[in-house]
């Protein structure tokens, strides 16, 4: 088995827009997304080696510093498949996707020698 870091997408400017919805309508939509995701993580768990976790602020670090930034990840996960296309192929129709504009990233985890 191979690991792949999966991370989960959505451009901040939608984020943004968002927090701007109805209280009403946003709670209604948040919990039926997050009854999606329990199911889906359900018919899924086996394939995690790490469940993952939300990400916070963004510091980005140059050769001339440090500094605030932002970026569109949301979330990470580590997962095992056979190859990069069936571990992609296990997240299409993922729940995450109802956010418009969202997209999930696959990425496969090379060990570096040494470290």
């Known amino acids: 088995m191979k690991k792949f870091l999966v991370t989960y ?3 901040a400017s939608v984020i943004d827009d968002w927090k701007k919805t109805e209280p009403k309508q946003r709670k209604e ?10 199911k889906w993580m359900g018919d899924h768990i086996k394939m995690f080696a790490d469940k993952g976790a939300g990400v916070g602020k963004t510091k ?8 605030d930034a932002r970026n569109d990840i949301m979330l990470y996960a580590i997962v095992d498949a056979e ?3 069936a571990a992609a192929k296990k997240f299409e129709g993922h729940p995450h996707l109802q956010i418009p504009q969202a997209s999930i990233e696959v990425m496969e985890i090379n060990p570096l020698p040494g470290m």
Do not use: Y
């Open 60 to 67: 980005r670090v140059t050769s001339k510093g440090t500094s």
């Open 29 to 38: 939509a948040e919990e039926k997304m997050q009854a999606d995701w329990k």
């Open 9 to 11: 997408l959505a451009p």
């Open 83 to 85: 190859s990069h296309d």
